[in-house]
């Protein structure tokens, strides 16, 4: 399921996802080719094919309506999930381990996830996200969790998240909407990611984790869909959807 601003375009055939970037071009005298730098990303631009039958007309005047210029969330769900940037579990002794491998590859020794009340565990990707999905091996019994958002600066606040492992009692996606404030922050040098993490009030078992995956959510524009009748079907129509990242949703466009 693909959708767009809570929108959930119909009958999606395919995505691509294109990456671009920003060069510096200079003439130099008696040189054959130009002076070129790579300053950097333009974050991605995302290309939707699908299709319209007659029954789907209110679909084409509300993506129509979406090509505003506004900035939106595109939520490409589970043929998109990704593995983490990093995952670290923080303890008191030893202080900080690093997951992240095993998270990624799903294969390796199972992890814990949170052994004691002092514990923290954290996980960070280089874009928003508004899912996690967590496969348990080893089923934990815990007290309230409290779920927290980087701020920057090494501020923290509380988010609110449906929890479909209850408590990491078993495999399950956990899910938010990105909070407006979240921002990139450093943990244990690790840094310009944003960052989730979770603690508990009380442990009866630890829980064990053999994979994490997240879902990125990336906030684009629409530009103008294009739409053509299919040359196959006679009541489909194609459309094309061109989304382009904004690198900062609170931007002024």
């Not at 070129?36 to 939707?48: A, E, W």
């Not at 996690?132 to 701020?151: E, R």
Request: glycine share 6%; charged share 10%.
């Amino acid at each position: 399921m693909v959708s767009f601003n809570g929108l959930t375009l119909p009958h999606v055939t395919s995505i691509t996802q294109q990456r671009g970037r920003i060069y510096y071009e200079a003439q130099i005298p008696n040189r054959q080719f130009s002076y070129r730098v790579d300053l950097g990303g333009l974050g991605s631009t995302f290309t939707i094919d699908g299709w319209l039958q007659s029954a789907d007309a209110t679909y084409r005047s509300q993506i129509d309506a979406l090509a505003n210029g506004t900035i939106y969330a595109l939520d490409l769900q589970e043929p998109f999930l990704q593995a983490l940037d990093k995952v670290w579990y923080y303890q008191s002794t030893p202080a900080w381990t690093d997951d992240t491998t095993v998270a990624a590859s799903g294969s390796g020794s199972p992890f814990t996830v949170l052994a004691a009340t002092t514990d923290y565990f954290y996980v960070g990707y280089h874009e928003m996200f508004n899912k996690l999905q967590f496969t348990i091996s080893t089923n934990g019994s815990y007290g309230t969790l409290t779920w927290q958002y980087s701020q920057g600066a090494g501020n923290w606040a509380s988010v609110t998240v449906t929890d479909g492992t209850n408590k990491f009692s078993g495999s399950g996606a956990v899910t938010l909407t990105p909070p407006s404030t979240w921002a990139m922050d450093t943990v244990n040098n690790f840094a310009n990611i944003f960052w989730l993490r979770v603690s508990t009030a009380s442990v009866t078992t630890a829980a064990k984790c053999q994979q994490i995956q997240v879902n990125p959510c990336y906030f684009c524009i629409l530009q103008n869909p294009k739409y053509t009748l299919s040359p196959d079907v006679w009541d489909h129509t194609l459309y094309e959807l061109t989304l382009p990242q904004v690198e900062n949703p609170n931007a002024n466009w």
